[in-house]
């Protein structure tokens, strides 16, 4: 589980208005957001009908690509 301590600055009436959080926890909040991204992907594609190939097939293919 992330832990996360934010502070709150506030407006003259109390009003909560911006979120401080330290660096490390803004850098682990962005790595679980990509970790969430890439398993979105991966469900749409694996939900797409569109066909696929090996991944040894794929590097094959790509550095033949590259050759050219």
């Excluded at 330290?22 to 594609?45: C, G, R, T, W």
């Amino acid at each position: 589980m992330l832990t996360i301590n934010p502070k709150y600055i506030t407006d003259q009436v109390g009003n909560k208005i911006s979120v401080v959080i330290s660096v490390a926890e803004f850098e682990s909040i962005m790595e679980k957001l990509e970790e969430i991204e890439d398993v979105q992907l991966y469900d749409k594609v694996k939900q797409s009908d569109e066909p696929s190939i090996p991944i040894d097939e794929a590097f094959e293919l790509l550095e033949s690509l590259r050759k050219d």
